[in-house]
């Protein structure tokens, strides 16, 4: 395919899949792209756990705002993604794409997202069938804010660890049962 103006949105996504490639190799997780993408831009995993994340990438040029500090991105989530049985688990990485660098990552899965469209989260783009998102990323006194009108999504930012293979391990019972033997004879 030769580069055209529209090749641009192709290289925004692309970045924004490495990026979140980059954050999760970071973080000692595993990721592999599928050879073929049909809603899924990324496998993260690790090889001492059996979880593996699903992860839908979405990138979005933010734009400062004129005012204030922060800035606001316009993200698309395709709507048949959105209301397909989350059997298996899906996870959605929005990546925030400054004029000269990353900004912030929201990571949702996609029941917590259904949860917050249905609760007034974004608008139905009946041309596109997308949901679109526009989210306002803010700094606050103690803490960086995201809303998306006025759901919350701040404890979404940058949440890496509610993907299964960087959740924390549970505590392992080391204590046996007092009738238990430690190994069977």
């Not at 641009?8 to 490639?21: E, N, R």
């Not at 756990?49 to 990438?57: D, N």
């Not at 049985?85 to 990485?93: E, I, Q, R």
Request: proline share 7%; aromatic share 10%.
């Amino acid at each position: 395919m030769a580069w055209n103006d529209k090749s641009s949105a192709a290289f925004t996504g692309g970045s924004g899949q490495m990026a979140v490639m980059a954050e999760l190799l970071h973080r000692k997780c595993n990721a592999a792209i599928p050879q073929i993408d049909v809603g899924l831009d990324v496998f993260a995993f690790r090889d001492d756990r059996e979880e593996i994340a699903r992860i839908q990438v979405k990138t979005a040029n933010a734009k400062f705002y004129k005012s204030g500090p922060g800035y606001h991105a316009k993200f698309g989530i395709p709507m048949t993604q959105l209301k397909t049985s989350n059997s298996p688990p899906l996870y959605y990485a929005l990546a925030v794409r400054l004029e000269r660098g990353w900004g912030h990552f929201i990571i949702i899965s996609r029941n917590r997202l259904r949860e917050i469209w249905l609760s007034g989260c974004g608008s139905e783009n009946e041309k596109s069938g997308d949901l679109e998102l526009h989210i306002q990323f803010r700094p606050e006194e103690n803490r960086d804010s995201a809303f998306c009108g006025v759901v919350d999504l701040s404890e979404h930012l940058n949440d890496w660890e509610t993907l299964p293979p960087l959740k924390p391990k549970p505590p392992v019972n080391t204590e046996l049962e007092s009738d238990q033997e430690p190994f069977p004879n």
